[in-house]
């Protein structure tokens, strides 16, 4: 047979050593089809397409595999199977098959091998072992597969396929952050926070933003509120360092897309807890009216100490949305009226005046003490009449408030009204906090009546109480004027041993205070 047959001759080769075996042997047959020589090679049934060939056909899709019988792979050597010629038949060449070795995964349990035919000898020189040749005659790249143009029919069995060839070594696991630097687009940043830290106000800032929102939605998505307080947070103290307008503008758009309820009360809910509290009071500052309207209902509904007083230090450092605060103050409940009309007091909201005037009036006490507390904070002159009304309440827990809240120059307008209070006040305490209050505002009239009461003259049989003499040497001390010091110096040799005790450590202290570069006694 010539190099490389069709496969027709294939075809008729292989039908004639399959017939049945009659009088003649197999060397006979073989020349009485015209074989002169064979040579079997097993390659791939359909080679690989060359570089710039138009593709082949697709494979057709594989049978089911069947739990029975070989799945159409020969089994056995049908050269050695097949017995040979007691004697050398002289003029027939040599004809050999080597099969490969099976699939490991489709091969059976060896059971031995045949015994290799002694009659033909084996060749003289062997070729070396080679890329496997193709079963079918060289075609054009671009003609269609052989099988597909011989209008032969199939062959009895296919050939065994060739061995699978071993699969390419997993590659290793990326590194921590190779993933994510892989992933990322080319000019983004591998972390968006050290990124906006590095340069707030790049020119990337809104890819930068834009990564961070998508990353907080992803820890809202999953409950981790800490994290997207970290994001948040981070974004909020990165803006304050903002100057240029449009980085600005792309700040606002972004932190508008991502301050939703659902994230404020996720703020607030980790405002409890001492390790969040901080970065949750930065975030919720951010959110404005809502963040406060969120944050009273959180005061309202507290449960204990420890929740209004985190919603309460939080609101006193909102700086937008605190006129919600004067319409709580007509609230059902006496606690959260309290409660807001402290939280404005501390604020120092002027326009809230009127309402707390009218809870002067109010049944509960405790409310009372607050507005009291709250107007003399304030101390501005649309409050003074409103405190000379709580100056006259029945109660001294009121009167004690106005004068503990009185004080610093906002209240100059309240000097007179508390002298007038400390000559009509019965309650001792309340009287001591009048006089001490007086000093805390130090202006002239303020002092001018301190020195009066110092003085050992005056009602009770010519002499007045020692203690409110006290109470006036000391507050003489928080005046500190001329004036004030030099009635000190006056009352060191007082006959009250008390008097001139108290009017010599004020000297001291105030002689400490100027040494002081910082205008304080040290220590």
Known sequence: ????????????????????????????????????????????VTPPDAPGASPSAPPPPPSPRSRLGTEGILRGDPMTDIASPEQRVPGVPLVTYDPPPPPEETSLPATGSAPPSDALPAPASPAPPGPPAPPAPARPSAGPPPAAAAPAPAPPSAPPP????????AAPPPKRGASTAAAAPAGAPTDPLQE????????NVGDVLAVLGRQLENAMSANRFEQALAIAAAIVKQEARVTDASARRNYGIALRRMYTKALLKGFIHLMAAPAHRAEAIVALRRGGAEAVELLLDRLIAARDMGERRAAFDALRQMKEGTDQLVQKLDHKDWFVVRNVAELIGELGMEEAVPALSRLLDHREERVRKAAALALAKLGSGSAAEALRRALRDKSPEVRMQVALGVGGRRSNALAMPLVVAIDGEKDEAVQRELVLALGRIGTPDAVQALIKVAQPTGRLFGRKPVALRVAAVEALRLAATAPAVGTLEGLQGDAERQVGAAAREALLELKKRKSDPRGRAPG
């Open 1 to 44: 047979m010539p190099h490389a047959p069709l496969p027709t001759e294939v075809f008729a080769l292989v039908t004639a050593l399959a017939e049945q075996p009659g009088a003649d042997d197999i060397p006979t047959r073989l020349r009485a089809s015209g074989v002169t020589r064979v040579s079997v090679a097993v390659g791939p």
């Open 196 to 203: 906006l830290a590095r340069n707030p106000q790049g020119p």
């Open 162 to 169: 060739p061995p699978v060839a071993p699969a390419p070594p």
